[in-house]
């Protein structure tokens, strides 16, 4: 019986998991989303959370790779209102980059029933001189499972305005989540990909593929992210 205990144990937190709701973790960027982009989903009033990424980055120079690192936290400030911070390491990838960009969004429900469609505004890397961008993003869970997140961003890259459509999906399978999701604009397509395993409600371990079809010929112009592999976690209310 002793022997049998942690088996048990285990089984128990399994079935935990898998019956309870989860909090939204986090995107690259650091607002509640899939692997790159943002949701409609915001950390409930008074939580918050921590999450990292580390791995590699490839520059469009040749093979390049340089070391990739981003920090976040987020906090339900308002009810429907998230704000966050996001800092990393800077373009060369030597050193913690000079200040942290904001990131904020608003998200009031829309519909009734236990699926209702639901809609956010928001921004991303406030305060960055060349990655600031806005969004409309609407997501609709289905009953199966799966969520649907779709919607645009517009950035500003040479002080110039350019619309990008975007689009996700979040597929669960017990406590792990398969993420895809791109952005798609006149000169640009960008896939992204990645795992979400929750260990509990509030702790996730996430592997991300920023860019997966991009290549080294790309002229940076027609990026939005460079490629990127990623591990990291994400954790709300640490303490």
Do not use: C
Not at 82 to 105: F, H, I, P, T
Not at 173 to 194: H, I, P, R, Y
Not at 198 to 214: C, D, K, M, S
């Amino acid at each position: 019986m002793k022997r049998s205990l942690p088996l048990i144990v285990l089984i128990f937190l399994s079935f935990f998991s898998a019956a309870n709701a989860y909090f939204p973790f986090t995107s690259l960027t650091g607002a509640s989303g899939l692997t790159r982009i943002p949701d409609a989903n915001v950390l409930p009033y008074k939580n918050w959370n921590l999450a990292t990424d580390y791995g590699a980055l490839y520059t469009n120079n040749g093979n390049q790779q340089q070391p990739a690192f981003y920090y976040k936290a987020n906090l339900g400030s308002f009810r429907n209102f998230e704000m966050g911070l996001v800092g990393g390491l800077d373009s060369a990838g030597q050193q913690l980059r000079d200040g942290v960009y904001v990131n904020m969004k608003y998200a009031p429900s829309i519909g009734d029933g236990s699926d209702p469609l639901l809609l956010a505004i928001g921004v991303e890397n406030l305060a960055s001189k060349t990655q600031t961008g806005v969004y409309m993003v609407a997501t609709k869970p289905f009953v199966q499972g799966p969520s649907l997140s779709f919607g645009f961003l517009a950035d500003f890259p040479g002080n110039k305005f350019r619309p990008l459509g975007m689009a996700g999906l979040d597929i669960p399978v017990g406590t792990m989540s398969f993420l895809v999701d791109l952005f798609a604009g006149e000169s640009l397509v960008q896939l992204n990909g990645g795992l979400r395993y929750r260990l509990i409600p509030t702790f996730a371990l996430e592997a991300r593929a920023i860019n997966i079809l991009g290549d080294n010929q790309t002229p940076a112009q027609n990026l939005k992210d460079p490629k990127q592999f990623l591990i990291g976690f994400s954790w709300i209310n640490p303490f």
